[in-house]
């Protein structure tokens, strides 16, 4: 399995799953809606940050196009899923929000996916990276063999 496609159907069932939960706070406690809000785009960016600093400390190949691309493929998947689970479980959003959910939505997630993926490889990549040597030490002192 490409990378791209673990990074971006994780990311892109995250976004949705909130996309689904603010509108439900939005029909039904719509005097929180702030607090949620900030709380998700937080969450969501921190997900999309640790994520790409660990690809980046781990020196993953290809993670910048592998993070490029699973935006993008993010941002379209989680505008249908968002749809469909507004529609599902909030209140019978009709296909007539597929369209903006495919425009503006899905480039807002896929710019809330990359900018802080990005920033959290440029992090990642200026950390140490971990060893890679699996053989069990030996004490100084001790024969080989």
Known sequence: MPSWL????????LH???????????????TELTTIKIVLVALLVGVAALWGALDGWLRRDA??????????????????????GRAIFVDQTGVSELWPALTGGAAFN??????????GLFVGGRLQPPRRDLAPQRPSGEPAG
């Open 6 to 13: 673990l990074r971006g159907l994780g990311m892109a069932v």
């Open 16 to 30: 949705a799953a909130a996309a689904t939960a603010l509108a439900k706070v939005a029909v039904y406690q719509p």
């Open 63 to 84: 993670r910048g196009t592998a993070w490029f691309i699973a935006a993008l493929f993010a941002g379209v998947l989680s505008g249908i899923l968002s749809v469909i």
């Open 110 to 119: 896929a710019l809330l996916i990359l900018v802080p993926a990005g920033l």
